[in-house]
Structures are given as C-alpha cells and as structure tokens.
C-alpha cells in the first residue's frame, strides 16, 4: 500500500514538474546576467526583489490549519448566485481613433481600458475565463462574457503590467494582443515572459520604481507597491512588481496593482498627484496575508494618501481568490469611504466613466436584489 502510494505521488510530482517546464504559460526565469545586473539595485538583494516596508507571512501551524479550514468552509456567499452582468463597450468605438477626451472602463478585477489623451491603453488585461497556469486551473470569472471581445479589438497604443501574477498577467490575453499593440510597459524581469511568448524585444520597455518614461505626450511612471510576484514555485520575487502612474496633459490617473498598505502611497501622492482619478484594490484579502493585499479601510486611505479626487474600487468583483462573502470588500469599502467623505465610484464591468466632465454618481449596482439575495 505505502508503495504504491509512493509511485502515485511521485508521478503526479513528475507530471507537474514536466508541466511546469514545457508549458508556456509559466514564462521565462530570469538569466545570470539580469540577476547580476539587479544585484546592483537597492530592492534587490539575495536575488530576490525586496519592498519598501517588510512583508510577514506566518507559516505554521495554526495559520495553515486556519488556511485550510477557509478553503473547505468558506462564507455561503463566497460567489454571487447569479451571474454578473456587464456593459457591452460599442465595437464602433474599439474602431475608431480615441479622441481627446479622457475615459476609464473597468473591465473587471484589475483590468481597464483608458482612453487618454488619444491614445488607448489597457492595463492588466485578462479576457481569459479563468485565472490560473492553464485553461482547466484556476477559478472562474463571475461573469461569463466580457463587455470586449478581444478579437474586435484592432489596435492598442500600449499595454501597462503591475506583476507576473496569473490574475494579471495573463498568457493566453497577451498572445491575442501582442500583434495589436506597439509597446509593453512592464517591471523589471517580465519582458523574459513576454519574448518567452514571442514579443518582439523592442516592443518592450522594463522599468524599476520610480523610473520614467513617455507615451508621446503621456508621462508614465512606474512607483512601488508592497506585494510580490511568481508564477511558479522556485521564482518567486524574483520579478519585480508595482503600480502605474499616468500624467496626461490635464488628467492624472493612479492604478496600485496589488499590494498592502504602506508608505508608498504618501509618497507617490506628494511626487505626482493629486490624481484625478485613483483605482485602488480593496478585495480577495485575508489576515493571513495582510501585509501583501489591503483591507478595503486601507483601500480608502491609501486613497486619501494619494489625493485622489475620486476612487475605483477593484480586485474585486470578478473572481475567488480569497473566502469572504464576494460583496464583503465593496460595502466595507463604501462604508468607510462615506464615514471619511472620500468620493468614489463604483461602476459596472464595462461602463465608461468620463473625467473629462464632473463625473456622474453611478448607481451601486451590486445592491441589487439578484446578486445580494
């Protein structure tokens, strides 16, 4: 009996470990010669890259137990009992040139479509149905269609990365755009997984935090947040992670990827805001991992951290990654930002948001009846 559980394990161990080197979608590690080079840079060390502030996750006993008892227990409302309807975006639009006018369209978790100063650009795009290594992992999205269909999709100015995560960057969306777009804006060490996928090199443009570039007459800067990164078991952290800032001519846009609350959002706000609009995280976290995934009380002052004018809140919304009740991170989000006055909006997947003129309160649409009986 011992034996032959023995076999059984060690071919399911052999299997992953063939599965994990000829997949594709787990990407390019890094090579000596970046490794060497990153050596030189004060948030890498140990050749891993290192936040700002110190991130503690517990692993023992108790917090795996605790870990493991949610998996097997989640909240009975863990995932809507209906599905989430979205916004369909007009394909007449995806067509045409973007004009000046400044938009911002959730297309669900972490993923957006902004229209700035003339130009498009998406940032985390996800279209596949689930999030995970391959199309049988992973969980799957709330809502069953997306309001773009990336096949109508004829041209991207630019597609921005936060981290290397599954849920944000995404193999097989980025294998459907990569012929659409003419340049990545990604953080250090994930331009290995991009040319793994056949990007073209000079499409691509790896940036560590704090460093600069443009997009004609869009600044971009790319600014720390406190989280990690991997994709596989022996590469984690060693990939840099982040947030977007963008600076159009008169709008300032904020995008915070993923990651725990810290000093970082002062500072970013005091160097390149106030930011006329901020997209904030605020779900799928968890004790557990605080450090790496706020709560959505930290989600709102990370917004008055960075004087936003008006907060999104996302990562939330679209799939299970964590065991609380799915409308859980959106009314405690809501309610502390009502309790501080802090505005914000909480649009529909799809749903264009206008900055260009006072933006219009949007109905809270996951108070209807469908999604919260």
């Not at 409302?77 to 067509?95: A, G, S």
């Not at 995280?281 to 009380?297: D, I, K, R, S, T």
């Given at each position: 009996?011992?034996?032959?559980?023995?076999?059984?394990?060690?071919?399911?161990?052999?299997?992953?470990?063939?599965?994990?080197?000829?997949?594709?979608?787990?990407?390019?590690?890094?090579?000596?010669?970046?490794?060497?080079?990153?050596?030189?840079?004060p948030n890498y060390k140990d050749g891993k890259f290192v936040n700002?502030?110190?991130?503690?996750?517990?692993?023992?006993?108790?917090?795996?137990?605790?870990?493991?008892?949610?998996?097997?227990?989640?909240?009975?409302?863990?995932?809507?009992?209906?599905?989430?309807?979205?916004?369909?975006?007009?394909?007449?639009?995806?067509?045409?040139?973007?004009?000046?006018?400044?938009?911002?369209?959730?297309?669900?978790?972490?993923?957006?479509?902004?229209?700035?100063?003339?130009?498009?650009?998406?940032?985390?795009?996800?279209?596949?149905?689930?999030?995970?290594?391959?199309?049988?992992?992973?969980?799957?999205?709330?809502?069953?269609?997306?309001?773009?269909?990336?096949?109508?999709?004829?041209?991207?100015?630019?597609?921005?990365?936060?981290?290397?995560?599954?849920?944000?960057?995404?193999?097989?969306?980025?294998?459907?755009?990569?012929?659409?777009?003419?340049?990545?804006?990604?953080?250090?060490?994930?331009?290995?997984?991009?040319?793994?996928?056949?990007?073209?090199?000079?499409?691509?443009?790896?940036?560590?935090?704090?460093?600069?570039?443009?997009?004609?007459?869009?600044?971009?800067?790319?600014?720390?947040?406190?989280?990690?990164?991997?994709?596989?078991?022996?590469?984690?952290?060693?990939?840099?992670?982040?947030?977007?800032?963008?600076?159009?001519?008169?709008?300032?846009?904020?995008?915070s990827g993923d990651g725990g609350y810290g000093a970082h959002f002062?500072?970013?706000?005091?160097?390149?805001?106030?930011?006329?609009?901020?997209?904030?995280?605020?779900?799928?976290?968890?004790?557990?991992?605080?450090?790496?995934?706020?709560?959505?009380?930290?989600s709102v002052q990370a917004g008055i951290d960075l004087g936003a004018?008006?907060?999104?809140?996302?990562?939330?919304?679209?799939?299970?990654?964590?065991?609380?009740?799915?409308?859980?991170?959106?009314?405690?989000?809501?309610?502390?930002?009502?309790?501080?006055?802090?505005?914000?909006?909480?649009?529909?997947?799809?749903?264009?948001?206008?900055?260009?003129?006072?933006?219009?309160?949007?109905?809270?649409?996951?108070?209807?009846?469908?999604?919260?009986?």
């Amino acid at each position: 009996m011992g034996i032959g559980i023995g076999i059984i394990l060690g071919i399911i161990c052999i299997t992953g470990i063939i599965f994990a080197t000829l997949s594709p979608q787990f990407g390019r590690k890094v090579n000596t010669q970046q490794q060497e080079e990153y050596a030189a840079l004060p948030n890498y060390k140990d050749g891993k890259f290192v936040n700002l502030e110190r991130i503690a996750i517990e692993i023992n006993f108790k917090s795996v137990t605790a870990m493991v008892r949610e998996m097997l227990q989640p909240h009975p409302n863990v995932n809507p009992k209906k599905d989430i309807e979205v916004v369909p975006f007009p394909n007449e639009l995806l067509n045409g040139s973007a004009d000046s006018s400044t938009q911002v369209i959730w297309l669900g978790h972490s993923s957006f479509l902004i229209r700035l100063n003339g130009k498009t650009i998406l940032i985390d795009p996800v279209f596949s149905e689930k999030t995970g290594p391959h199309a049988w992992m992973g969980r799957k999205k709330y809502n069953s269609r997306m309001p773009i269909d990336l096949l109508h999709i004829p041209h991207v100015d630019a597609i921005l990365i936060s981290h290397d995560h599954y849920d944000h960057l995404d193999y097989e969306s980025i294998i459907k755009l990569k012929d659409k777009t003419d340049r990545f804006f990604v953080p250090l060490g994930i331009g290995n997984h991009l040319k793994s996928w056949n990007v073209e090199s000079n499409k691509i443009h790896e940036l560590n935090w704090w460093e600069e570039t443009s997009l004609d007459e869009i600044q971009i800067a790319f600014t720390p947040s406190r989280h990690m990164s991997g994709r596989g078991f022996t590469d984690q952290s060693t990939t840099l992670w982040g947030s977007w800032v963008l600076i159009g001519s008169n709008k300032n846009i904020y995008f915070s990827g993923d990651g725990g609350y810290g000093a970082h959002f002062k500072e970013i706000g005091e160097k390149y805001g106030p930011f006329n609009i901020a997209l904030i995280e605020c779900g799928q976290y968890n004790e557990l991992w605080a450090n790496v995934h706020m709560m959505p009380e930290e989600s709102v002052q990370a917004g008055i951290d960075l004087g936003a004018q008006v907060v999104i809140p996302i990562h939330w919304g679209s799939y299970r990654l964590a065991n609380h009740d799915w409308l859980e991170p959106i009314k405690r989000f809501t309610k502390k930002a009502k309790k501080i006055n802090l505005p914000i909006i909480t649009p529909q997947i799809g749903e264009q948001v206008f900055l260009d003129h006072p933006i219009r309160s949007i109905i809270n649409w996951w108070e209807s009846e469908i999604y919260s009986r």
